[in-house]
T-cell receptor, first 111, second 112 residues
Framework: DAGITQSPRHKVTETGTPVTLRCHQT?????MYWYRQDPGHGLRLIHY???????DKGEVSDGYSVSRSKTEDFLLTLESATSSQTSVYFC??????????FGPGTRLTVL | TQLLEQSPQFLSIQEGENLTVYCNSS?????LQWYRQEPGEGPVLLVT?????EVKKLKRLTFQFGDARKDSSLHITAAQTGDTGLYLC????????????FGPGTSLSVIP
């Protein structure tokens, strides 16, 4: 157990509304990641962080922003949600050899 | 375009049978992991391989990393219903070590 929690676990929202997902870790890991998982695509990296206030884009970053003001928290924001952002979102931390340890996921539905 | 390909995409077998899942790429990886994911949960790490040609065994699961570090395989002996799940391979590219690329997954169903 890598001590990763995500909130909320489920959310239904409407197109055009802002949404923020939170990832919290308790073990002081430097690297944190946000992925989305969709059928047929596996896990795709949205953004990641390599330290407080240090973030970089992944392969599907358009429409998403992130912030990391504390080591333990990594926030993912959808500024104006679209139906194409309906997905399951996973937060992860990494350890030696980039081994990923995942949170329980957030299921987001944009109507 | 997937940097990591997995085959087969779906696999349905009888309990007791053997199976192999493949993970292939044209890129070189500094390390490669296999994960298993059950419905409604996050992926769980099974193994990490880092040396070309490396073979690791985890009970009935055998993992192999290709000599050139571009491919890997997962072999399950005498599959059990508890092996059912989505198997994902993932690798850290030599050229981008702080990011991990995931394959699309192999969905395994073991029938009693």
């Amino acid at each position: 157990d890598a001590g990763i929690t995500q909130s909320p676990r489920h959310k239904v929202t409407e197109t055009g509304t802002p949404v923020t997902l939170r990832c919290h870790q308790t073990e002081n890991h430097r690297y944190m990641y946000w992925y989305r998982q969709d059928p047929g695509h596996g896990l795709r990296l949205i953004h990641y962080s390599y330290g407080v206030k240090d973030t970089d884009k992944g392969e599907v970053s358009d429409g998403y922003s992130v912030s990391r003001s504390k080591t333990e928290d990594f926030l993912l924001t959808l500024e104006s949600a679209t139906s194409s952002q309906t997905s399951v979102y996973f937060c992860a931390i990494s350890t030696l050899y980039n081994e990923q340890f995942f949170g329980p996921g957030t299921r987001l539905t944009v109507l | 375009t997937q940097l990591l390909e997995q085959s087969p995409q779906f696999l349905s077998i009888q309990e007791g049978e053997n199976l192999t899942v493949y993970c292939n790429s044209s890129s070189v990886f500094s390390s490669l992991q296999w994960y298993r994911q059950e419905p409604g949960e996050g992926p769980v790490l099974l193994v990490t391989v880092v040396t070309g040609g490396e073979v690791k065994k985890l009970k009935r699961l055998t993992f192999q990393f290709g000599d050139a570090r571009k491919d890997s395989s997962l072999h399950i002996t005498a599959a059990q219903t508890g092996d059912t799940g989505l198997y994902l391979c993932a690798g850290a590219l030599e050229t981008s070590y702080d990011k991990v690329i995931f394959g699309p997954g192999t969905s395994l169903s073991v029938i009693p």
